[in-house]
């Protein structure tokens, strides 16, 4: 069964930047990878998604430009570029796996990494 960690997660001052990664425990290379995110007393909220093929998929949570999805199949691995971030930024960060990036419950979750905006 597939596997997704997350690492890249921490305490950032607004403004600052964090690179989130997704390591898969196989291939990737015919999976949507989907970031989203929980905020304290929220409901989750989709990110970005990455199709198999790179084309990338808004959720339309977050500010255009400020993050970028990548994915780097050689290994195993996506990442979300989060830039010029914001307090409401602050959440668990989970990336999952599906065969295609869509708004629905995906197949495959990683455990979730925290991100703390805090001046």
């Known amino acids: 069964q597939l596997q997704l960690v997350e690492s890249g997660g921490g305490l950032v001052h607004p403004g600052g930047s964090l690179r989130l990664s997704c390591v898969a425990s196989?291939?990737?290379?015919?999976?949507?990878i989907g970031w989203f995110r929980q905020a304290p007393g929220k409901e989750r909220e989709g990110v970005l998604c990455?199709?198999?093929?790179?084309?990338?998929?808004d959720y339309g949570n977050s500010e255009k430009g400020r993050f970028t999805i990548s994915r780097d199949n050689a290994k195993n691995t996506v990442y979300l570029q989060m830039n010029s971030l914001k307090l409401e930024d602050t959440a668990v960060y989970y990336c999952?796996?599906?065969?295609?990036?869509?708004?629905?419950?995906?197949?495959?979750w990683g455990q979730g990494t925290q991100v703390t905006v805090s001046s």
């Open positions: 196989e291939s990737i290379h015919y999976r949507a």
């Open positions: 999952a796996a599906d065969d295609v990036c869509h708004d629905a419950f995906f197949h495959y």
């Open positions: 990455i199709a198999s093929f790179g084309d990338v998929w």
